[in-house]
């Protein structure tokens, strides 16, 4: 099927990787809002426009799309964009990554080389499992979540929408991370993460609260 990546950033660049590695799906360009990539070349592909091409590209036989954006918050509402137009939202798996059959899985996923999926894992929707990141056996991974490279999560952690856990860090078993919650680099998580707070340290503890509101 012909692709498109939206988002022709470093992660843009970072999912055409895992894509052409899959050999799935056949990228045929990039859509970006930043005008000033708009005709450049970024892995060999064509920035092409913004979402406004939606429609002439689906007419051009286009079928799916995948968002490369790194903030949580906007890859969703980019995904809600691109589904309205009528795409399929398509993940990409690198083949080195490691997923249990009987882990669930939704859609415009990104994992990433060496990733780790262990049994009855649930990932949701928009989420990021990048480099190495570990997700251990009945993990539940909120929808726009970022693991970032190495992050580890034990058995049984519940990661909330929108959340981050930053490079490295680790979670202790069957803790709650909130939604649009921070978990800083290299931090260890041994108590459940409010939402909208960010935690750093080892224990890792809580350095400010945001307000959160949820995407529907």
């Known amino acids: 099927m012909d692709v498109i990546i939206a988002g022709a950033g470093g992660h843009g660049r970072v999912v055409l990787d895992i894509l052409r590695a899959a050999k799935k799906h056949n990228v045929v360009g990039f859509l970006d809002a930043n005008q000033d990539l708009h005709g450049q070349v970024v892995g060999g592909l064509n920035v092409l426009g913004n979402l406004n091409l939606l429609p002439k590209l689906k007419s051009n036989g286009v079928g799916g799309a995948i968002v490369a954006i790194g903030d949580n918050r906007v890859r969703l509402s980019y995904a809600r964009k691109l ?34 999926v262990c049994t009855e894992a649930k990932i949701g929707d928009s989420a990021i499992l990048n480099t190495a990141a570990a997700v251990d056996h009945e993990c539940e991974i909120g929808r726009a979540a970022h693991l ?17 856990i930053g490079i490295g860090a680790s979670v202790l078993p069957c803790l709650k991370i909130g939604d649009h919650s921070i978990v800083g680099g290299g931090a260890l998580v041994r108590r459940d993460v409010p939402p ?19 995407a529907v």
Do not use: Q
């Open 83 to 116: 589904k309205a137009a009528g795409l399929k939202l398509i993940n990409a798996i690198h083949p080195s990554a490691i997923v249990s059959s009987t882990a669930t899985l939704g859609e415009n996923l990104v994992i990433a080389p060496g990733a780790i």
């Open 148 to 164: 970032a490279p190495g992050a580890r999560l034990a058995g049984r952690v519940r990661v909330g929408e929108g959340a981050f």
């Open 196 to 214: 909208g707070a960010t935690v750093v340290g080892v224990p890792a503890r809580v350095i400010k609260t945001a307000a959160v509101s949820i």
